[in-house]
């Protein structure tokens, strides 16, 4: 009685918990909103449908069952189905999915589709147990959905589900509703079917035998042996056919896992022998496998008959099976019997010996045992073996195998040198000692890797055979030694390499030259300039031009400004060395002096290179996306070819700056450009979701218009979607007693038309007016119209540290703080505005009246400000809170607190300005009040 006292309260519990829905929601309306939100776009959300969708209980599981007969797709309710099944399935929710698996177990009866009824079952596999036992088995001998049946009785793997698998086995009609029986067997491993899936071993129904044999192999003891290895023979050991092999094989390995040595090593040898007589190389190499798991003492024996085989497959199959079990002992064996064995089979040991020396502790007990072999092995054998001693001797590191090595560099085959040189290049330790002698006598092959080998190491203590090189009688030798030298140089060397330069063949000028660059680099970069200055001051006025790249390579600003003296005012050779190491500065300092050497007409010769290397300079992604939108839209203009158009446009597709958008909006008509254009258009607004208006749309659309490429169907299906999930923001309106008190709008949300000034940085984004500094402070934006006496009402975002300003009764030239009057718009809580003065913070009439501090919201949220401008008397509103309320006459009356001049202070009149300073920021729902 107790214990179904306790099912009760359960059931009692779960029935109130499913009877109250979220909000007072009945199941049906909790239904539609889940599927209406599928697919959840972040976890919580998920979750939360989740929890709804339970608390509908039997009701909300049938209404959704009823739902997939519908002829318009059953995705969202499928998908809502299996999420709640695995939201069920979690530890502690006992109550709601034994609900929901007897809410399914009651569907099936009311479903007749066969893919509905095979989904519900599906879902008791995920989250059903044993009430779902009973209703399962009723459909293991339906062809159709037996399988699915058979796969959640496993799942679910009860006392209960096993028996039920056993009976439907025993009683299947037909072999296809057997199969899925069998392999639900299979995969629980249910040893309490071995002796009547024996029996079913011969059946004549090929696929119901093949399955069977697997099922053997899986749950299978040694009773099963004979019957699978009758399989096997009947499969001529091969791979290929039943399956009786592979499950032979399996069955042998399960044995030995289980702990039946003796019956798997006697198995496992006399399928080695069946197969190898029956010519199976895979068989026998499964067969070694589990003989050397069987008898791992054995495994060296084991290997050593494999490498007599003459199978090169099954030999390297027995050496890698035997990496498990190598020690000491087993390579010793091996190692001794290297030379008696054929050239094939060396390659084989010896590469497996390269493969095992990968391992620390495995090369501590081969290397020494090999080396000496290995040696022997450089010179009379086949290349192969060669090679394969090369590395070995490579993974020794020792002096005695580099020189054996190295030696090989003197070889008359190039080869063979190659192959010693990419040994070389593995060895971990020095090589300087072996590959130094051997450059003097090698020959011209042996020269050249010698000095690229000692090149890459960057030894130092190799300049002087580096040097020597220079003169050799080859060619191809100089030139090797000519790109060795700047990574064998030091700073001792200098003396030598001006006097290199300044004799150098012109093909060799540039390597010498980033020669004396590298070996200056350990000082700092001012004293790498004045160190290439010296020199080239004591050089010749006619050979000083060597020496600008090498001045350019300082990095340092001084040089950038002598190298474009000498540009503008040198000729010939003199004036491409200045161009050239003007071209190769690294960083965007650079780009302005690129510039002007574009847009001067007696450069043209320059120009086609002077604007892709601006353009590589100022693509940096480390510069903003304004910034690099800026510095590119300064050539978009000036570019002379398509092509270079094209790739400017292509840069300022990645830039994600939304001037940059419109900017490249206005090739969308241009033919030539117009693909270029349309892709940055596209990847800006695509990639900024917050980028959006009646610009926007209007330039997408016409994307959509000209897009021609393979893949223009899918970029116009990804753009409509774009613009079908955009919000437009609503045009801003005045309230009712705005309108009647006589407010204008001078900005809504949709347009600047009362606006003008820095039109390009700041811009129409999000219903808002958002600056995005181009340059150093990014400029002023001002009313069309001048305003005197009035009231201005506006919303701002700060972003943390911005600074800007509301300038009023200004011109619009000069600085509005002090040609007019500036009220400060400032993030006041940054740490970098600790110590301004109180004039200086958000809200003051700079440098006159200061604000109260402390009513700013965070940054990232909108402050609403209200400024009063009437006569001498300035008030600001922040808030809601009076932060300023002062008269500018009496506060200047024994002059102003910053102690400037300020002219334009009383100024009667004047516009209204937003005042840039560098910080992003943005404003909407502007509108102002003209007071008489």
């Not at 009683?171 to 509703?177: I, R, V």
């Not at 190298?563 to 003007?582: C, H, M, Y």
């Not at 258009?681 to 997408?700: D, F, H, P, R, W």
Request: hydrophobic share 40%.
């Amino acid at each position: 009685m107790k214990k179904i006292y306790i099912l009760s309260a359960v059931l009692m519990c779960c029935s109130l918990v499913y009877g109250q829905f979220p909000a007072n929601r009945t199941a049906k309306t909790i239904v539609a909103d889940v599927l209406a939100q599928m697919p959840a776009q972040q976890p919580q959300q998920y979750n939360n449908q989740m929890k709804d969708l339970a608390s509908t209980g039997e009701e909300g599981v049938l209404q959704l069952v009823k739902m997939m007969n519908l002829q318009d797709g059953n995705a969202a309710v499928e998908y809502a189905l299996s999420g709640l099944s695995h939201y069920v399935s979690a530890e502690g929710m006992e109550g709601q999915r034994l609900v929901t698996a007897n809410a399914y177990i009651k569907a099936l009866d009311m479903v007749s589709d066969r893919e509905v009824k095979a989904f519900i079952i599906r879902q008791l596999e995920v989250m059903g147990k044993g009430e779902a036992v009973e209703k399962l088995s009723s459909f293991l001998d339906n062809e159709s959905l037996g399988g699915p049946a058979a796969a959640a009785l496993s799942a679910i793997d009860t006392p209960e589900s096993r028996k039920a698998l056993l009976y439907a086995l025993n009683a299947a009609t037909s072999d296809k509703t057997a199969q899925p029986v069998i392999l639900a067997m299979a995969k629980l491993k249910m040893s309490e079917a071995e002796n009547a899936l024996i029996l079913l071993a011969d059946s004549p129904d090929a696929n119901k035998r093949k399955v069977v044999l697997y099922a053997l192999s899986q749950l299978g003891s040694k009773l099963s042996l004979p019957v699978l290895a009758e399989a096997a023979e009947r499969d001529n050991y091969s791979m290929l056919k039943e399956g009786g092999n592979e499950a032979y094989i399996a069955l042998i390995k399960r044995l030995l896992v289980q702990g039946e040595v003796k019956e798997a090593e006697k198995a496992a040898n006399s399928l080695m022998k069946k197969a190898q007589k029956a010519g199976q190389t895979q068989t026998r190499e499964a067969a070694l496998e589990i003989m050397m798991k069987a008898k791992p003492e054995s495994a060296g024996k084991l290997l050593q008959n494999a490498l007599k085989d003459n199978n090169r497959n099954y030999r390297m199959a027995a050496l890698i099976l035997a990496s498990e079990y190598a020690d000491g002992k087993m390579y010793a064996e091996v190692i001794k019997n290297l030379k008696k064995q054929k050239p094939e089979v060396q390659t084989d040991i010896m590469n497996w010996l390269n493969i095992e020396c990968e391992n620390k502790e495995k090369r501590k007990m081969i290397t020494p045992l090999v080396t000496p072999i290995a040696i022997n092995m450089l010179t009379g054998s086949s290349f192969d073996i060669q090679t394969a001693a090369a590395n070995l001797l490579a993974k020794d590191g020792s002096t005695q195998a580099v020189a054996a090595v190295a030696h090989l560099l003197n070889d008359a085959n190039p080869q063979t040198v190659t192959m010693a040189k990419n040994a070389l290049e593995t060895v971990n330790g020095s090589i300087a000692n072996a590959v130094i002698p051997v450059i003097a006598t090698a020959n011209s092959a042996g020269k050249i890797a010698g000095l690229e080998l000692l090149a890459q190491r960057r030894y130092t203590e190799a300049t002087a055979i580096v040097l020597k090189q220079l003169n050799a009688d080859a060619p191809d030798v100089r030139t090797a030694a000519f790109k060795a030298l700047k990574d064998v140089v030091s700073i001792n060397d200098l003396d030598k390499l001006y006097s290199l330069l300044e004799t150098a063949e012109p093909e060799n000028t540039t390597l010498v030259q980033q020669a004396i660059a590298r070996s200056i680099q350990s000082y700092p970069k001012e004293k790498q300039y004045e160190t290439v200055l010296a020199r080239m001051n004591q050089t010749a006025k006619a050979k000083q031009y060597l020496y600008y790249p090498v001045l350019g390579a300082t990095g340092d600003a001084k040089a950038l400004t002598i190298i474009v003296e000498r540009f503008n005012t040198e000729e010939g050779a003199a004036k491409d060395a200045a161009f050239q190491a003007l071209y190769n500065w690294k960083d965007i300092d650079a780009a302005d002096k690129l510039l002007v050497i574009c847009k001067n007409k007696s450069d043209i010769l320059y120009f086609d290179r002077a604007i892709n290397r601006y353009v590589q300079l100022v693509s940096n992604p480390e510069l903003s996306g304004e910034k690099r939108a800026s510095l590119l839209g300064n050539v978009l203009d000036i570019a002379h070819t398509d092509a270079q158009k094209k790739a400017i446009l292509s840069q300022i597709g990645n830039t994600g700056s939304y001037p940059a958008m419109l900017r490249a909006g206005q090739y969308l008509d241009n033919e030539p450009l117009q693909q270029a254009a349309a892709h940055a258009v596209m990847n800006i607004a695509l990639s900024n979701k917050q980028y959006t208006g009646k610009n926007v749309e209007e330039l997408l659309n016409k994307v959509i218009e000209v897009l021609d490429n393979p893949d223009a169907d899918y970029q116009r299906q990804a753009i409509r979607k774009h613009l079908n999930e955009m919000v437009i923001p609503e045009p801003f309106q005045l309230t009712a007693k705005e309108k009647a008190e006589g407010y204008k709008i001078l900005f809504d949300g949709t347009n600047m038309d009362s606006w003008t000034g820095n039109t390009v940085d700041y811009i129409i984004e999000n219903g808002c007016i958002s600056l995005h500094p181009s340059n150093g402070h990014g400029g002023n934006l001002y009313t069309k119209d001048e305003y005197g006496n009035f009231i201005f009402r506006f919303e701002f975002q700060l972003t943390p540290a911005a600074n800007n300003g509301l300038g009023i009764r200004t011109p619009m030239q000069g600085d509005a703080a002090y040609v007019g009057m500036e009220l400060q718009i400032l993030d006041n809580d940054a740490p970098v505005y600790s110590d301004l003065a109180i004039y200086q913070y958000h809200g003051s009439v700079y440098g006159i009246i200061p604000a109260k501090r402390g009513y700013l919201k965070p940054t990232g949220e909108w402050n609403y400000q209200e400024v009063i401008a009437n006569g001498d008397n300035i008030k600001v509103i922040l808030n809601g809170t009076v932060i300023l309320d002062g008269n500018i006459r009496q506060a200047t009356k024994n002059g102003t607190a910053d102690k400037r001049n300020h002219p334009g202070l009383f100024n009667k009149k004047g516009h209204i300005a937003f005042l840039g300073h560098g910080s992003p920021v943005k404003f909407k729902n502007i509108r102002i009040k003209v007071l008489k």
